[in-house]
């Protein structure tokens, strides 16, 4: 049973830092592709950022070239997006998700992903 969760949201002022964290389950990383997207309320999921599974390309959204990193860690099974310099804009729920594909689609529509997590709240706030 494919299974993912994210951890590592929370408050935090402008300018600081995060490490979200997506945890698989029921598979490995390496098979598949995972992708971060975030949801403000009232607004599309839309995506963040993708790692594909066998050659562990990277790609980003636009808006967060040179702010986010995102790494694996096979070991761990884990995918991380760390987040510097975030803005007020940032806040949202962010999910990780697969759609079962070694080579990310960047960017997809939400509705190309299969399996989501949770999703994790991150507040940027003063």
């Known amino acids: 049973q494919v299974q993912l969760v994210e951890s590592g949201g929370g408050l935090v002022q402008p300018g600081g830092s995060l490490r979200l964290s997506c945890t698989a389950s029921?598979?490995?990383?390496?098979?598949?592709?995972i992708g971060w997207f975030r949801q403000a309320p009232g607004k599309e999921r839309e995506g963040v950022s993708c790692?594909?599974?066998?050659?562990?390309?990277?790609y980003y959204a636009d808006s967060n070239q040179g702010r986010i990193t995102i790494s694996r860690d096979s070991s761990k099974n884990t995918v991380y997006l760390q987040m510097n310099n975030l803005e007020h804009a940032d806040t949202a729920t962010y999910y990780c998700?697969?759609?079962?594909?070694?080579?990310?689609?960047?960017?997809?529509?939400?509705?190309?992903?299969?399996?989501w997590g949770q999703g994790t709240q991150v507040t940027v706030s003063s």
């Open positions: 998700g697969t759609d079962l594909e070694e080579l990310c689609r960047f960017p997809a529509p939400s509705y190309a992903y299969d399996y």
């Open positions: 029921g598979f490995t990383l390496t098979d598949y592709a």
């Open positions: 790692i594909s599974s066998l050659d562990l390309s990277t």
